[in-house]
């Protein structure tokens, strides 16, 4: 089983420009996580994805691999059309503004089609339990719901489940926006028109459950820090001076 890992990386996202090539210690943003992916010693090749010449240049200069892609909606659209001619099995999405991702998720992602015998698993995701009610509330951060067997049943940036009987103290969690796909899967969702649930709530994720797709959750208690604002990244700065 041939596994690579992909980083989507696009210059222009819409909360904070340019984030990908801000300095992160020594080096920036992408290149830090670009780094930090292969020293997993978890994959046969790491790329970075990107429609971007600058973040093209900064991974190639560094003696990285990157495909340069068209412009996609969504980062899983932009890996697609990076491995078309990959040869491999398995595609991990490793998202570039989540530089600090350790080893141990990743390799649980890896073992789910490692036991997958008959191949109905599509793509296997990360959650991670939230107690904060500011956290559970904050619409930045995805939650999703499960059924006994660990399948997402929906992903929302609302409060889900919704407490309505606050005696029944339901758990939530967070979605951690890192994927392992099967190459087919992967393949197939990218020819798929999105519909009205994923561009609502704005979650690429939706689109498999809305096409019948089988998505397993792995639960995982590491915290990492997305740098979606400004301030994310002087919290990532804090991390590398500790």
């Known amino acids: 089983m041939k596994t690579i890992a992909v980083i989507p990386a696009r210059y222009e996202a819409s909360r904070f420009p340019g984030k990908l090539m801000q300095i992160l210690g020594d080096k920036t943003v992408i290149s830090t996580t670009y780094q930090n992916v292969l020293e997993t010693n978890l994959f046969d090749e790491v790329f970075v994805a990107t429609d971007s010449e600058i973040i093209f240049n900064e991974i190639k200069k560094n003696g990285g691999n990157a495909v340069m892609t068209g412009k996609h909606e969504t980062g899983s659209d932009r890996i697609a059309e990076a ?39 599509s793509l296997a995701s990360l959650k991670i339990k939230l107690t904060e009610t500011s956290e559970i509330e904050n619409p930045n951060n995805v939650k999703v719901i499960t059924d006994n067997e ?93």
Do not use: W
Not at 104 to 119: A, G
Not at 228 to 240: G, N, Q, S, T, Y
């Open 83 to 121: 491995v078309r001619n990959i040869n491999c099995d398995i595609v991990i999405n490793v998202q570039g503004d989540e530089p600090f991702l350790k080893t141990e998720p990743l390799k649980q992602l890896i073992s789910v089609f490692e036991t997958d015998f008959r191949q109905k698993i």
């Open 150 to 242: 660990n399948f997402a049943l929906y992903f929302s940036r609302s409060v889900i489940p919704y407490p309505r009987e606050t005696s029944a103290k339901p758990e939530y969690f967070k979605h951690i926006g890192v994927y392992a796909f099967r190459k087919n899967a992967l393949l197939e969702f990218a020819k798929l028109p999105m519909k009205p649930l994923e561009i609502a709530e704005k979650i690429e994720c939706i689109r498999y459950l809305e096409y019948g797709m089988k998505i397993k959750m792995v639960e995982t208690d590491f915290i990492g820090v997305g740098i979606d604002v400004p301030e994310d990244l002087e919290k990532a700065r804090a991390i590398l001076m500790r």
